[in-house]
């Protein structure tokens, strides 16, 4: 795997190719790739944009069995790109922990999902300031909730790894407004606000429940049919085989006896 592209992003991949390659020579490669799309992207009358450009070096130190990520001062490295007039610029770097914005997501590369909690949260408390000054209440209410603000927190669940605590946190200033809105009082039984409607609920999805259900669909969906994203969803099941020593269905096993085992930004280790 080189790179992911979506319409005019791309996003490419440098990796050691063995244990003994250092990130000094990861960088050189990646120039490398760098200057041959370039090169691609002139031949054919474009450009990259060295303003909308970023890059990220993953690299990591071991002391005494635990790892943690180097930053920028550990790794002093640049890389350049062209623009349309093929003057040279430096690109702008980020650490391992700063997100940056893809396809309407806060990205960040050791996996915080923090930026994207406070991007969601910020449109849902818009979204209740906006509901808050209008006059739309009943059936308009409700169809304002699950046509706009819900459309918004729900496109990027297939990518996110939200806990619940987060979820509650995003839906939380809609939520309150749109009971308001429906003329219930803002601080009406949860429980009751994500019942379906049958069980004497209101039928309001939670964002937790939903993100795994859309992750789950993916895997299912992508596992079998040899799209790239399967065969990514099959290659990070492998390594985490690998990687635990545990030659059986690790999903079958359980998480939290399993989770230390594994490489994870969320499992904090000590470091002097």
Not at 11 to 33: M, Y
Not at 60 to 70: L, P
Not at 120 to 137: Q, V
Request: aromatic share 10%; charged share 15%; with cysteine.
């Amino acid at each position: 795997m080189s790179s992911f592209f979506f319409v005019y992003d791309t996003v490419t991949i440098q990796t050691a190719r063995n244990k003994e390659e250092t990130w000094q020579q990861i960088t050189t490669g990646l120039q490398h790739s760098l200057d041959h799309w370039e090169g691609g992207l002139h031949a054919s009358g474009g450009a990259m944009v060295p303003d909308k450009t970023s890059w990220t070096l993953i690299s990591f130190k071991w002391k005494n069995g635990n790892w943690r990520y180097q930053a920028i001062e550990d790794t002093p490295a640049s890389l350049f790109v062209s623009d349309i007039s093929q003057a040279r610029h430096k690109m702008n770097r980020t650490e391992f922990n700063q997100a940056t914005t893809s396809l309407g997501m806060e990205i960040a590369r050791d996996g915080s999902m923090d930026a994207q909690v406070s991007r969601l949260t910020n449109a849902s408390t818009l979204w209740a300031s906006k509901m808050a000054s209008s006059k739309l209440g009943g059936p308009n209410a409700w169809t304002a909730l699950m046509s706009t603000l819900w459309k918004t927190l729900g496109y990027p669940l297939q990518a996110t790894s939200l806990t619940r605590v987060e979820c509650d946190k995003i839906m939380a200033p809609g939520i309150s407004q749109w009971l308001q809105s429906m003329g219930f009082c803002r601080n009406f039984l949860r429980d009751l606000v994500h019942n379906p409607i049958g069980w004497q609920g209101l039928g309001i999805p939670h964002l937790h429940t939903t993100q795994e259900i859309v992750r789950l669909q993916a895997l299912i969906n992508h596992t079998g049919t040899g799209s790239y994203t399967g065969l990514l969803y099959r290659a990070s099941s492998e390594n985490l085989i690998l990687e635990t020593g545990i030659g059986t269905d690790v999903l079958s096993l359980p998480f939290l006896d399993l989770s230390p085992l594994a490489t994870n930004s969320l499992i904090k280790t000590s470091w002097v």
